[in-house]
Nanobody, 126 residues
Framework: QVQLVESGGGLVQAGDSLRLSCAAS????????MAWFRQAPGREREFVAV????????DYADSVKGRFIISRDNAKNTMYLDMNTLKPEDTANYYC???????????????????WGQGIQVTVSI
């Protein structure tokens, strides 16, 4: 099993940048595909970004492509999400998640992730 803890959220203005971190403990971090999801009030949880075991492949939701960068440091058991040019519509609770799936076709689906952090709030004001 793996335990996940997010940090780095907060209140920023539109156009600002923010870095989220996800610290993992309890199991071999490099075994997991890692992802970020987010959920805004009244909306379903949605995929944001994913990165595979050694960082060789990553993918993004269209809404964040070109603005967000996902990365991981397996030596530090940590994943990151660098969020740039933030918009008010990026306001949400952000969750990191870990999956042992080997199917690339599933990695944008929240149902493939068995481990979740508690979530951290990101608020972008106008």
């Amino acid at each position: 099993q793996v335990q996940l803890v997010e940090s780095g959220g907060g209140l920023v203005q539109a156009g600002d940048s923010l870095r989220l971190s996800c610290a993992a403990s309890g199991s071999s971090f490099s075994r997991y595909i890692m992802a970020w999801f987010r959920q805004a009030p009244g909306r379903e949880r949605e995929f944001v970004a994913v990165i595979t075991w050694t960082g060789g492949y990553s993918d993004y939701a269209d809404s964040v492509k070109g603005r967000f960068i996902i990365s991981r440091d397996n030596a530090k058991n940590t994943m990151y999400l660098d969020m740039n040019t933030l918009k008010p519509e990026d306001t949400a609770n952000y969750y990191c998640a870990a999956s042992t799936t080997g199917a690339i076709s599933e990695i944008k689906d929240a149902r493939a992730y068995g481990y979740w952090g508690q979530g951290i709030q990101v608020t972008v004001s106008i």
